[in-house]
Structures are given as structure tokens and as C-alpha cells.
């Protein structure tokens, strides 16, 4: 079955970064839309941003904006989210989900398949 598999989570100081990776595996990747979402404790998944199969210009959440990149390899079947200048507040479990034909990336209905996870926490 398809697989996602998030890795790249630690913990991190304030200002730090970190890189997340999400590996997928038999699908096809390439014409996939590919989402970063994340869910701190206590409060519901949200959107952090997405690429589509094209690449271009992803969406992220206002947030994130500036500090965090998402980028995907086709070729490896991975795509990436950068986070730079890490805040506190961006604690949480990070996932990975893949749709296609979607019509809103930061909708989580319109992700068929989702990765496991990977926890990301950031100390003062």
C-alpha cells in the first residue's frame, strides 16, 4: 500500500532550524500534491503549506511565511519542508499528506493519504 514516512524531527532551540523530510513510496509521485501539516497538543491538525506536482509557487500558512520552505524531488519521491528561525509556537507533530487534483491545499479532506508523523519541538 502507499507508504509516507516523515523523519527529520527533533528538538531544537529558538532560532534553530531543522529540515523535515517525507519519503513516498509506491505511488505516483510525481503527479501528486504534496502538504505539510502540523497538530500541537491540545488543538486541532493545521495547515503549514503545500506544493503541488508542478512545483511553482506553494501556499503556507501566514505563520509560516518566510521562515519555512517546502520543496519536493521527484526523482526521489520526497519532498521537504525547511524551517528556519523556529519559534516555540511551532511545536507539533508534523505531517506529510498527498492528494491529487486538489482545489484547496490547506484543506485536510483533500489529502487521500497521510504519513505517521514526526514530533518537532522548540525550547526557549
Known amino acids: 500500500q502507499v507508504q509516507l514516512v516523515e523523519s527529520g524531527g527533533g528538538s531544537v532551540q529558538a532560532g534553530g532550524s531543522l529540515r523535515l523530510s517525507c519519503a513516498a513510496s509506491?505511488?505516483?509521485?510525481?503527479?501528486?500534491?504534496m502538504g505539510w501539516f502540523r497538530q500541537a497538543p491540545g488543538k486541532e491538525r493545521e495547515f503549514v503549506g503545500a506544493?503541488?506536482?508542478?512545483?511553482?509557487?506553494?501556499p503556507y500558512a501566514d505563520s509560516v511565511k518566510g521562515r519555512f520552505t517546502i520543496s519536493r524531488d521527484n526523482a526521489k519521491n520526497t519532498v521537504y519542508l525547511q524551517m528556519n528561525s523556529l519559534k516555540t509556537e511551532d511545536t507539533a507533530v508534523y505531517y506529510c499528506?498527498?492528494?491529487?487534483?486538489?482545489?484547496?491545499?490547506?484543506?485536510?479532506?483533500?489529502?487521500?493519504?497521510w504519513g505517521q508523523g514526526t514530533q518537532v519541538t522548540v525550547s526557549s
Open positions: 499528506g498527498g492528494g491529487v487534483s486538489i482545489g484547496a491545499p490547506s484543506r485536510e479532506a483533500e489529502y487521500k493519504f
Open positions: 509506491r505511488l505516483t509521485f510525481s503527479i501528486y500534491t
Open positions: 506544493i503541488s506536482w508542478r512545483g511553482g509557487s506553494p
